[in-house]
């Protein structure tokens, strides 16, 4: 039986293996090959990482952990969970089942896309959805924000001082006069057509097309869709939920659950409006969620 088993490979994830390993804790993770960044080429605002491929990120951390013998990686995901604390029980992808006293949960969240036809084979290459990790890329450039008016003109304040302008597209109905109001306030122009389609322009661009016509901008940031659990485990082993659609968790990522942690963008306290998309921030819950792990393996 494994002290600890890992589930998910993504920062949080990573680090959580590599602070268990560190304190020889014999560790599983369990990497199914899916990430929310699967699709981007660079990630941004990680300090020593800035502009470095997530691909590339991962690499590099799978080398470092090669080297603790207490840390096995296994290319499968996870299925179910079962057992208690002191004894889960995972059946895995390819049918086998593995044990641990310990589970942490980082398989992260999907992105559910509004239903703009384009969007989807645009998302994380030219199409975004936080400022901080790609607005800066798009300095002195024009770009869209298309979605509802609320997170629409927050993009627009965040994204006014890096853009050379920036324009709110509606979608489905237009904007009401109050909501145009609003963003005009932020400093964004406002469509009154809805985005109908988005596309690749010639160059590293983006075609916003609406009834009214078409425009190029540097890059289309989302100011709609929701997050959803990648995983089933959340419902699976009955956790404690957010508002949010996050799992809560306290300060060292315990769940409700005794012996279950999470860590990354599935999970955040409750006296966070919402979890941090964020590689500093999931990789600094990864090596918390161990802490709590090792706290309480310790605790016997």
């Known amino acids: 039986m ?22 020889h804790r014999s560790t599983l993770v369990l990497d199914s090959g899916e990430y929310r960044n699967g699709t981007v080429q660079h990630m941004h605002n990680v300090v020593a990482n800035d502009g470095t491929p997530p691909a590339d990120f991962r690499a590099v951390a799978r080398e470092q952990l090669a080297e603790y013998p207490d840390v096995e990686f296994r290319a499968l995901a996870a299925e179910e969970i079962t057992g208690a604390e002191g004894a889960f029980t995972v059946r895995l992808s390819d049918g086998t089942t593995v044990e641990a006293a310990r589970v942490i949960l980082a398989t992260g969240v999907a992105d559910d896309l509004p239903a703009v036809p384009g969007l989807e084979e645009l998302w994380g290459l030219r199409a975004f ?29 965040l994204l006014g001082r890096i853009a050379s302008s920036v324009t709110a597209y509606p979608i489905g109905e237009p904007y009401s006069e109050d909501e145009r109001r609003m963003l005009e306030r932020s400093g964004a122009q406002v469509s009154a057509a809805p985005v109908r389609a988005v596309s690749p322009a010639d160059d590293d661009g983006v075609v916003v097309a609406t009834d009214d016509g078409d425009t190029t901008v540097a890059g289309v940031f989302v100011a709609s869709g929701a997050l959803r659990q990648r995983a089933p485990f959340a419902a699976q082993l009955g956790l404690r939920m957010l508002a949010s659609g996050a799992i809560e968790v306290d300060d060292m990522g315990r769940t409700s659950v005794p012996g279950v942690s999470a860590a990354g963008d599935l999970a955040h306290r409750a006296s966070l409006p919402g979890p ?18 090792i706290q309480s393996l310790m605790a016997g």
């Open 2 to 23: 494994h002290d600890a088993i890992v589930i998910g490979a993504g920062p949080a994830g990573l680090q959580a293996a590599l602070t268990l390993g560190r304190m």
């Open 129 to 157: 959805g936080c400022p901080f990790c790609d607005g800066h890329e798009h300095a002195g450039r024009p770009i869209a924000v298309i979605g509802a008016a609320p997170r629409a003109e927050h993009l627009a304040g």
């Open 276 to 293: 941090m998309a964020s590689v500093i921030a999931a990789a600094a819950a990864g090596q918390l969620a161990a802490v709590g792990v």
